[in-house]
């Protein structure tokens, strides 16, 4: 699974805020944040470049999970991207709505069918709220990874906990860090060598970070992205879940629910809140 993204800091107010108000709404958080690696070049190749997370047996399984999970609840996505998630999802008779960061994202998701239906706060899902509150909160596709510090993390397990009804849920998929990998003294692992693109993670080890080196050459075109990002292992996350009050219920290793072995690659955890 290929991993994008990490924070820029935030850019002065472009002439597209008008225009991206229309489409997603006002910001109801208490800042307006730049869209950060997400730009408007990368959404509009996002869906292409992404295009093995659009398949349909990587997608039917994802949706079908967090549907069960829902369980006729709200649900809420953190960093909703282009919809790839939240769309089918709705169309199963989820009731979604989103966080994202990234206006230029969102304006991808809101172009497509089915859209209307999802409201999107535009914002920092470790620190903006959306209205109401929710049986099920989601955060896949390695996202959690895209905030740099701990603290954000944590934040962001706090803000999940704070969308949450007693009872209701957060889902976190996203890698293991590959270290089991790494021969001492080297720091690049090649998770991607396909045919269009080149994927390298360079691991910052004494960071706890690493910066994944996208390569694409697809259609004639030639791209390069490097995005940062801050790798825990899933003990890591446990305990932010425990800070802030959420319960371990189940870890797979995929949304099939393979079991979670020490050579899994990626995890699906489900935290529960247990109290109010
Ligand atoms: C790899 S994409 C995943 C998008 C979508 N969830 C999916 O599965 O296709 C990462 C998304 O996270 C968003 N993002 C990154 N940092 C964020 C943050 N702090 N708050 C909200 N969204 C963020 C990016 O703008 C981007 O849309």
């Given at each position: 699974m290929a991993r994008l993204g990490g924070q820029q800091s935030p850019s002065p107010t472009d002439p597209r805020e008008n225009r991206l108000r229309d489409v997603v709404?006002?910001?109801?958080?208490c800042r307006m944040s730049a869209d950060g690696v997400f730009d408007d070049h990368i959404a509009r190749t996002y869906d292409e470049d992404s295009a093995e997370m659009f398949a349909p047996e990587v997608l039917g399984p994802t949706v079908h999970f967090l549907a069960e999970l829902a369980d006729g609840r709200r649900a809420l996505e953190f960093?909703?991207?282009?919809?790839?998630?939240a769309l089918p999802l709705s169309a199963r008779g989820v009731d979604v709505a989103g966080i994202e960061l990234s206006r230029a994202m969102a304006a991808e998701m809101m172009?497509?069918?089915?859209?209307?239906g999802i409201p999107v706060t535009i914002g920092d899902m470790a620190t903006t709220r959306a209205e109401g509150t929710f049986g099920l909160v989601y955060l896949v596709?390695?996202?959690?990874?895209?905030?740099?510090t701990q603290d954000e993390q944590v934040a962001c397990f706090c803000n999940a906990a704070a969308h949450l009804d007693v009872g209701g849920h957060f889902v976190i998929e996203v890698f293991v860090p590959a270290?089991?990998?790494?021969?001492?003294g080297e720091s690049l692992i090649a998770f991607d060598v396909s045919n269009g693109h080149v994927g390298v993670d360079e691991y910052d080890i004494t960071n706890q970070r690493l910066t994944s080196h996208h390569y694409w050459t697809a259609n004639g075109r030639a791209d390069t992205l490097d995005s940062p990002h801050r790798y825990a292992w899933p003990a890591e996350y446990d305990l932010m879940a425990r800070i802030v009050g959420l319960t371990l219920r189940e870890r797979w290793s995929d949304w099939q629910r393979t079991p979670f072995t020490?050579?899994?690659?990626s995890h699906v955890s489900v935290w529960e809140k247990t109290s109010a």
């Open positions: 709404g006002e910001c109801k958080s960093a909703i991207g282009t919809g790839r998630v172009a497509k069918p089915g859209a209307a596709y390695n996202t959690i990874t895209n905030l740099l270290l089991r990998r790494l021969p001492p020490a050579d899994s690659t």
